[in-house]
Every structure is written in structure tokens, then in C-alpha cells.
């Protein structure tokens, strides 16, 4: 129930600087981590639609790299100049409205929001894989789903680490080689951690009941000799009569009287 009141940015929060907070939130339904996803992607999306709106005001405007856009679409796409150039003029000539950039900036965050919600989901389900890997190398019975929700989470940094880098990208053109392959380490180093903690946190938690079953075991033996325990009064009738039938029962020799009746006999 605490888990599931916990606030959107004290999730972020946890998911990357609580390692111990994830055995929490492999308990939580798998719901509760795809809307956490979805609200980082949404904010992901909102921020990268407006910047592209806005970089694409400047690039409209640049005729140098107009014209670098064209060359690059003659090569690539087989478009002719003219076509090109006429594509161009009509965005120019709608480009001042308020309509335009709004359909600009919708379109843009559908297809960052899309992509991405799908490309975060999938980056889960092979961080997830590893987790699964490193937790039966580590024996620890862990059932897939909790593995993938705890993957989810994983991404968090990763998520706002590439948030961070697209818009320096944007802004200033900036690059950073293999980044791509920043972002899964980084979620593979989260979910190893996160899984060799909950292992931790297993073995204390049965050293903490061994010791407490010692504890209660040593407290009975003190109380065992402090009072011994008294036999119930009808087994000590019970014993009593046992012996009086022992030393009334016939042991098989025969009295004086007896012995000289036969031989007269």
C-alpha cells in the first residue's frame, strides 16, 4: 500500500539512488511500472516535440542548411530540386502561423511518445533477460514478472541520461560515440545491483531468524530447568497401583504347608 502512494518523482528518485527500494517494487503489479514508464516517456516526448518545433523555426529560415537538406534528398531519396524547392516555399509560407507549429509539435510528440514507450518497453524486456540470467547464477528464486517490473525501473537514468544528451544534441549539435551502448550498460549495472542486493538482504534476513530461533530455543531450556515439569497425579496413581500388583503376584514358589502335603502324599 506505501509503495503504491509513493509520488512519481520520489519513484525517480528511488530508482536510482535506492538499490534496497527495488525488492519494493517487485512486489507492486506490473500496471503501477508501465504508467511510471509511460509518465517518463510522456515527458521525454513533450520536451523533444518542442524542441524540434523550435530548431525546425531556425532550419526553415537557414538557407545554407536548406540547401545541404536538399543535397542530402537528391542523393538519398532521388528528389528533384525543383520538388524540393517548392516543398520548401509552401512550409515557408505557413511556417509564421500558430496552426502550423501546433500540428508541427502534436505530430512530433506522437511519434517521439510512440517510438520511444515501445523502444523502452522492449530495452526492459532484454534488461530483464540479464536479470533473469544473474539471479539463477546467483540462486535466488525470483519469478520472471517481479524480475521485469524491477527492469523497468532499471532504465530510469538511462532514460533521462539520453532526455539530457537529445537536447544538447539538438541545441548544439553535439555528439557522444556509442552512447547507445551507455544507455543498456547502465541499465544492466542497475539490475544486477538491484537483484545481488535482494540476495544480501535474503541471507540477513535468515541469519536474523536462525538467531532468533536460538534465542527462543536457549529461553525454553532455562525455563525447563528453572521448573521441571511434575508428573500428573493420576499417572502417579497409576504407577503406584503397577507396583502393588508386582508385589502381590505369585512368583512360583510354594510355602511350607504345601511342600510337606506332597510329600505325604
Known amino acids: 500500500m506505501e509503495n503504491k502512494k509513493m509520488s512519481f518523482f520520489k519513484r525517480i528518485k528511488n530508482a ?29 516526448s513533450i520536451i523533444m516535440a518542442i524542441l524540434f518545433s523550435y530548431k525546425f523555426s531556425e532550419f526553415i529560415n537557414n538557407e545554407e542548411q536548406i ?11 532521388g528528389l528533384d530540386a ?14 509564421n502561423t500558430t496552426t502550423f507549429y501546433t500540428t508541427l509539435t502534436a505530430v512530433t510528440f506522437l511519434y517521439f511518445f510512440s517510438g520511444n514507450f515501445i523502444y523502452n518497453l522492449i530495452s526492459a524486456l532484454i534488461v530483464s533477460v540479464i536479470g533473469l540470467i544473474i539471479s539463477r547464477l546467483a540462486r535466488i528464486r525470483l519469478k520472471y514478472k ?37 544507455y543498456d550498460v547502465l ?20 541469519r536474523e531468524l536462525i538467531k532468533i ?7 525454553k531450556e532455562e525455563k525447563r530447568q528453572e521448573n521441571p515439569v511434575e508428573e ?34
Do not use: H, W
Open 213 to 219: 530461533m536460538e534465542e527462543q530455543r536457549k529461553i
Open 82 to 95: 525543383k520538388t524540393i524547392e517548392e516543398s520548401i516555399q509552401l512550409i515557408k509560407s505557413n511556417n
Open 232 to 265: 500428573p497425579e493420576e499417572d502417579k496413581k497409576e504407577e503406584k497401583k503397577e507396583k502393588g500388583k508386582e508385589e502381590n503376584k505369585p512368583t512360583g514358589e510354594k510355602t511350607l504347608g504345601e511342600a510337606n502335603t506332597e510329600s505325604e502324599m
Open 187 to 206: 541499465a544492466y549495472i542497475y539490475i544486477v545491483t538491484a537483484i545481488l542486493m535482494i540476495k544480501t538482504d535474503f541471507i540477513e534476513q535468515q
Open 16 to 44: 536510482i539512488t535506492n538499490f534496497e527500494g527495488y525488492s519494493d517494487f517487485a512486489i507492486e503489479k506490473l500496471s503501477v511500472a508501465i504508467k511510471y514508464i509511460a509518465k517518463l516517456t510522456l515527458i521525454f
Open 146 to 182: 517481479p524480475i521485469y517490473i524491477m527492469s523497468i525501473y532499471a532504465l530510469t537514468l538511462s532514460i533521462i541520461l539520453n532526455c539530457i544528451y537529445s537536447i544538447v544534441n539538438i541545441l548544439t549539435g553535439f555528439t557522444i560515440n556509442y552512447f547507445t551502448i551507455v
Open 67 to 77: 540547401q545541404i537538406m536538399t543535397n542530402q534528398l537528391q542523393e538519398t531519396a
